[in-house]
Nanobody, 115 residues
Framework: QVQVVESGGGLVQSGGSLKLSCEVS????????IGWYRQAPGKEREYLAR???????QYEDAVKGRFTIFRGTTKNVVYLQMNNLKPEDTAVYYC?????????WGRGTKVTVSS
């Protein structure tokens, strides 16, 4: 079983920045990808970015140029640096661990951007 824990959410003013963390633990495979998603109230979960095990990254257009996904000094921690935040970025942010045997999700961390 793989555990996924997100952290780093909070309240920030429009134009501000936050750095979210995603820590995976447990029976992780040697190779896996990490994705970040968010879900705003009343909306469906939205894909934001992915970091593949080989280091490649991909971003949804809505966050390209503002958000950066990267791995920390240890493989099991992946960050989402969010800059120039907007009120429409308000949501619960989720991290997905994806490997050849399936995926695991965290419980999310809430981000609120005030105007």
């Amino acid at each position: 079983q793989v555990q996924v824990v997100e952290s780093g959410g909070g309240l920030v003013q429009s134009g501000g920045s936050l750095k979210l963390s995603c820590e995976v633990s447990g029976r992780t495979l040697s190779a896996y990808d990490i994705g970040w998603y968010r879900q705003a109230p009343g909306k469906e979960r939205e894909y934001l970015a992915r970091l593949w095990d080989n280091g490649l990254t991909q971003y949804e257009d809505a966050v390209k140029g503002r958000f950066t996904i990267f791995r920390g000094t240890t493989k099991n921690v992946v960050y989402l640096q969010m800059n120039n935040l907007k009120p429409e970025d308000t949501a619960v942010y989720y991290c997905e661990y994806l490997s050849g045997t399936g995926d695991s999700w965290g419980r999310g961390t809430k981000v609120t951007v005030s105007s």
